[in-house]
């Protein structure tokens, strides 16, 4: 089974910086998207970026363009979410995850494409 495991979160101040991983164990990592996903309290589960393994395309959701930036290591089975001018709404628990077959790219945002799914860290950003 394909585990998804990310690394620890944290809690930072508004306008600072925090890098999430996600290693990926028994998962073909070519020309399948993965991406990271958050869910605030009482809201749905959004798409905040997503890649596709195969050709590097992206995805990323209105409010962290210019902020946010996916990146992989498909040699070492990761994935990285690089998140910069945090903002408090940014706040929420992320997951990464990934698709369960090849897609074509460009990768979807929408959570429901997407099979496999880490546990989740939290991210909190105050203000």
């Known amino acids: 089974q394909v585990l998804l495991v990310e690394s620890w979160g944290g809690s930072v101040q508004a306008g600072g910086s925090l890098r999430l991983s996600c290693v990926v164990f028994r998962y073909t990592y070519s020309r399948l998207c993965m991406g990271w996903f958050r869910r605030a309290p009482g809201k749905e589960r959004e798409g905040v970026a997503v890649?596709?393994?195969?050709?590097?395309?992206?995805y990323y959701t209105t409010s962290v363009k210019g902020r946010f930036t996916i990146s992989q290591d498909a040699a070492k089975n990761s994935l990285y979410l690089q998140m910069n001018s945090l903002k408090p709404e940014d706040t929420a628990m992320y997951y990464c995850?990934?698709?369960?077959?090849?897609?074509?790219?460009?990768?979807?945002?929408?959570?429901?494409?997407?099979?496999?799914w880490g546990q989740g860290t939290q991210v909190t950003v105050s203000s």
């Open positions: 890649i596709h393994t195969g050709d590097g395309s992206t």
């Open positions: 995850a990934a698709t369960t077959q090849s897609r074509s790219s460009p990768c979807p945002g929408d959570p429901g494409f997407f099979g496999y």
